[in-house]
């Protein structure tokens, strides 16, 4: 799967063919965001959100009301769901109730029609459920934790990647913190992967325990920053690249170069109405070379040093 190449100079927006009700539905009100609004940039950022969203179970947040209004989290396929969006069985449950995924731009736009505010997805595909493609870490900043050392934190985490042989790649959540991401050749199953992301952040908080936790149930959180490797587990996932947050100001999770990670770009800087100029004047992807960078979890040290 390649990752989304630069948009020519300036691409039409893809074409619509699922039809929306009630696309003047208020989503994001302070914004004037609607149902619509949501679909046009869908439709704008398409080539650049399709690979981390389409082939892969999905978890969705779903706001019919809007960011206001109740929301659910939803894993699971439900009744009279939109023809576009696919059913995935999931191989270790074929009896359970199905999941969620999507093919396609029209599958995307099912989503919208579905009041899905933010697209969560595993960090495997559904080509090879057992096998993640990327580690998601997720730095969570406590209360009272400045920015810079957020910014820190991802460089760091990149550098303890790049020390095990990964590439490591940087997003804003569109919330409060950043996720560093490193894409897998699919080899290591779920266990290992979650291993290693343990282990990687259980050494962060060991080497800095005055910046860094590595476990949530600590109260110890305020003023130091969780590295949560949770996201690394079957079944768990992050919000996509590109996707929409259904938070005040209409931000996005947006990928960084690392050049451009700096005290100057916070967590929620690029929202849904500033990211289509972002792509439109980039001179190229912020995530080029992604999948080629794709690398093997190493085998533990151990086992390796035995092997020879
Ligand atoms: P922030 O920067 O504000 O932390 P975030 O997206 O990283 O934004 P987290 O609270 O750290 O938010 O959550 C990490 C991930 O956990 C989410 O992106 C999502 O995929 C998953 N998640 C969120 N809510 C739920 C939930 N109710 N049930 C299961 N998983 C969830
Ligand atoms: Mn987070
Ligand atoms: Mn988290």
């Given at each position: 799967?390649?990752?989304?190449?630069?948009?020519?100079?300036?691409?039409?927006?893809?074409?619509?063919?699922?039809?929306?009700?009630?696309?003047?539905?208020?989503?994001?009100?302070?914004?004037?965001?609607?149902?619509?609004?949501?679909?046009?940039?869908?439709?704008?950022?398409?080539?650049?959100?399709?690979?981390?969203?389409?082939?892969?179970?999905?978890?969705?947040?779903?706001?019919?009301?809007?960011?206001?209004?109740?929301?659910?989290?939803?894993?699971?396929?439900?009744?009279?769901?939109?023809?576009?969006?696919?059913?995935?069985?999931?191989?270790?449950?074929?009896?359970?109730?199905?999941?969620?995924?999507?093919?396609?731009?029209?599958?995307?736009?099912?989503?919208?029609?579905?009041?899905?505010?933010?697209?969560?997805?595993?960090?495997a595909t559904a080509a090879d459920w057992e096998r993640p493609d990327m580690i998601t870490m997720d730095l969570d900043p406590g209360e009272g934790v400045a920015?810079?050392?957020?910014?820190?934190a991802a460089r760091e985490l990149r550098r303890r990647l790049e020390d095990h042989g990964l590439a490591g790649f940087v997003k804003t959540s569109g919330g409060?913190?950043?996720?560093?991401?490193?894409?897998?050749?699919?080899?290591a199953e779920w266990p290992a992967v979650k291993a290693f992301t343990k282990a990687l952040a259980d050494a962060m908080a060991a080497d800095d325990p005055g910046?860094?936790?590595?476990?949530?149930?600590?109260?110890?959180?305020?003023?130091?920053?969780?590295?949560?490797?949770?996201?690394?587990?079957?079944?768990?996932?992050?919000?996509?690249?590109?996707?929409?947050?259904?938070?005040?100001?209409?931000?996005?999770?947006?990928?960084?170069?690392?050049?451009?990670?700096?005290?100057?770009?916070?967590?929620?800087?690029?929202?849904?109405?500033?990211?289509?100029?972002?792509?439109?004047?980039?001179?190229?992807?912020?995530?080029?070379?992604?999948?080629?960078?794709?690398?093997?979890?190493?085998?533990?040290?151990?086992?390796?040093?035995?092997?020879?």
């Amino acid at each position: 799967r390649e990752t989304a190449k630069p948009a020519a100079k300036h691409p039409a927006p893809q074409r619509r063919r699922v039809r929306l009700t009630h696309p003047d539905r208020l989503y994001w009100p302070e914004e004037g965001v609607t149902k619509e609004g949501l679909a046009d940039y869908h439709a704008e950022v398409w080539r650049w959100i399709a690979p981390w969203i389409t082939g892969r179970p999905l978890a969705l947040l779903r706001c019919p009301n809007g960011i206001d209004g109740e929301r659910f989290f939803q894993k699971h396929a439900w009744k009279g769901l939109n023809p576009h969006i696919s059913l995935l069985r999931d191989p270790k449950e074929p009896q359970g109730e199905p999941l969620i995924g999507i093919e396609d731009l029209d599958g995307l736009m099912g989503l919208v029609q579905s009041a899905a505010l933010e697209i969560h997805p595993w960090g495997a595909t559904a080509a090879d459920w057992e096998r993640p493609d990327m580690i998601t870490m997720d730095l969570d900043p406590g209360e009272g934790v400045a920015w810079p050392l957020v910014v820190e934190a991802a460089r760091e985490l990149r550098r303890r990647l790049e020390d095990h042989g990964l590439a490591g790649f940087v997003k804003t959540s569109g919330g409060k913190g950043l996720h560093v991401v490193a894409p897998l050749r699919p080899q290591a199953e779920w266990p290992a992967v979650k291993a290693f992301t343990k282990a990687l952040a259980d050494a962060m908080a060991a080497d800095d325990p005055g910046r860094y936790v590595s476990t949530i149930s600590k109260a110890r959180r305020r003023g130091r920053i969780l590295i949560d490797y949770l996201r690394n587990q079957r079944g768990a996932t992050a919000v996509a690249a590109y996707s929409t947050r259904a938070r005040p100001g209409a931000a996005v999770s947006a990928p960084l170069r690392w050049d451009e990670l700096d005290a100057g770009i916070g967590p929620a800087w690029f929202t849904l109405q500033n990211m289509p100029t972002r792509l439109a004047t980039l001179g190229s992807d912020p995530w080029d070379g992604f999948r080629a960078a794709a690398a093997p979890l190493e085998a533990p040290r151990s086992r390796r040093r035995k092997a020879g």
